[in-house]
């Protein structure tokens, strides 16, 4: 802990039962909804319908305090409100001593919940007017760190976990000029906008290294003082030098997993495609020898295979494989325990 | 000309021979290639090949300076640097009267050229670096108007023509998330950025309103305290309203050409498709019957149709149609007069 008092609020999705909750795995304070809010569905319109006028009653999920369920079905309108005041009470008790909050908004997931501030606000219709209210949420964070005179002794983080949901259309965001989505190993569906934030410690400015979340891990144990455990492996790097601008990166290489298996591989600009999938397209895995090539900086839509022409950058990639697959330790598979309940 | 002097920098492109050159057309001074930098190919490997490793003699393009040839083939490499230097001349030389500088940039036309200063400065392959050195071009002419104290007293437009060129892949560009491009109705063909400055009269901020390049021409008119011709009907409306924030902007529709044809018709968020064809695909024009309609503001990708869920928008833009096409005069058609030549 290192001193540090700390809080998750919003969405938890790494079990649902009391021994797998926040509190029962580091946190001190817990405060939100324990798995996605699209779960629990037991009601309105068939299929997709619920989610172009979602409402509340549909989705059974639980608000959590802690171990304890304290609103069933939450009422969802509220939960970015409710979330962002939970995030600023946090920080005003914790401000005399080290804290750490992870703020894991339920937007925009969908189905998609604005409060009646935001509501037809954005020319984007839902999706937008959810994105402004979290985008009210950041800003409500920054100023009390701001007001509480905490901003330049505080890393802020802003980043995301997967790219957007493509079965629900215009419900389910955009990944720009990135190909594809959520659910699969294309650019749109794993590279996220990722900005750190400490005033008069890290310089603004736009850096263009690779970095993962994972390394967030590493980098922030370390900033806080501790060092990561020694007894495993530990993935994350430290990516201090490339924030605070003395050196670059130490990432070159990620390893793009579906499942338990190695999809794709990114070294530098270039990424190698082993396998390709549409996330939720219903097709089947394509697998590939030699791998498809892309170069990122160049073609960051993965359009243009440029296999053919770099046959050193697909033999330097297999051996950064070779590397990676004798330094892996499979984990124990924790779903084939799980117990199922019908409905 | 209300006393204004002005110059043609750059891409001419409506006629290379004398009568209508920008001397024999209003513009007082000319420096620049009067056709797209890709004509007159005289050398170099076949097909695509030599856009991916230009060479400024595969094209024999002239430079001219007002009705003069100055260099042929022009040294495309030099291109953005030289009028990038012709348009801070004719500032300087012009500061002390009205003046009107219409800078037309070649590039990021294929074939790409840069200076030896921007060479491999981008991560973007030589796309980038050409789009760098565009962006110095930028920043040396508001520098220029900063320094001779003209910017309170002059209004800046940054836009474009079209949109990528896709068949020349990561040489083409990118419209992001914006569908198709170049040569096509869909928005990745023609829809572009426009950045208006002039500090203290144009207030910072992001405009959603309707505008086109046609409207260009009555704004600056109406600013530099002229009326556009009462002869004939002119298309441009007057932004100023939008521009100086005092009112909506007067635009609400766009009507899309392709050819001679009405292939699409904007109104508000909404636009209907009649006919749709790839920019540059080889397909032939699909037409469409109700027309297929898109949502831009929830939909800016134009993917999901929602005809059928507003008939009524239809029949709006229908009448929209009907009142244009009321209006219409066909012009004369100059390309039947125009002289072929062989190679």
């Known amino acids: 802990h290192q001193g540090y008092t700390s809080a998750c609020i919003g969405k938890w999705h790494l079990g649902h039962l009391p021994q797998y909750l926040p509190t029962n795995n580091g946190f001190d304070y817990y405060f939100g909804l324990p798995y996605s809010n699209d779960m629990d569905r037991v009601g309105g319109p068939q299929g997709r319908a619920a989610f172009w006028d979602p409402k509340s009653e549909y989705w059974n999920v639980p608000l959590m305090r802690n171990e304890q369920i304290i609103e069933r079905p939450a009422d969802q309108n509220t939960l970015t409100r409710r ?3 939970e995030a600023v009470r946090f920080i005003e008790r914790s401000k005399d001593r080290p804290f750490f909050l992870y703020v894991a908004q339920t937007m925009v997931h969908v189905p998609l919940f604005v409060s009646n501030d935001f509501r037809g606000k954005s020319p984007r219709g839902l999706y937008g007017d959810a994105v402004e209210e979290i985008d009210w949420s950041v800003g409500r964070i920054v100023e009390t760190l701001r007001r509480e005179g905490l901003a330049e002794n505080t890393l802020f983080v802003f980043t995301s976990d997967n790219g957007p949901w493509l079965p629900y259309d215009q419900h389910g965001g955009s990944a720009g000029l990135l190909r594809e989505g959520k659910g699969c190993t294309y650019e749109g569906g794993m590279r996220e906008p990722c900005i750190l934030w400490w005033p008069g410690t890290i310089q603004p400015g736009v850096v263009h290294d690779l970095g993962t979340t994972m390394d967030l891990y590493t980098t922030i144990v370390k ?8 007894d495993r492996v530990v993935d994350g790097l430290d990516l201090r030098p490339a924030l605070f601008g003395t050196g670059p990166s130490p990432r070159d290489t990620v390893f793009y997993y579906r499942g338990t298996e190695l999809f794709a591989v990114r070294k530098g600009p270039y990424k190698a ?8 397209g219903g097709d089947k895995p394509v697998r590939h020898d030699p791998p498809v090539l892309y170069h990122l900086g160049q073609d960051p839509s993965e359009k243009f295979d440029i296999a053919r022409d770099h046959p050193e950058m697909i033999a330097e990639i297999l051996k950064e494989v070779e590397r990676h697959r004798q330094g892996l330790v499979r984990g124990q598979d924790q779903l084939s325990q799980r117990i199922e309940k019908g409905p």
């Open 83 to 85: 979330y962002t005041e």
């Open 223 to 230: 900033l806080a003082g501790g060092e990561p455990p020694s």
């Open 273 to 280: 495609h082993f396998v390709t999938q549409s996330g939720y």
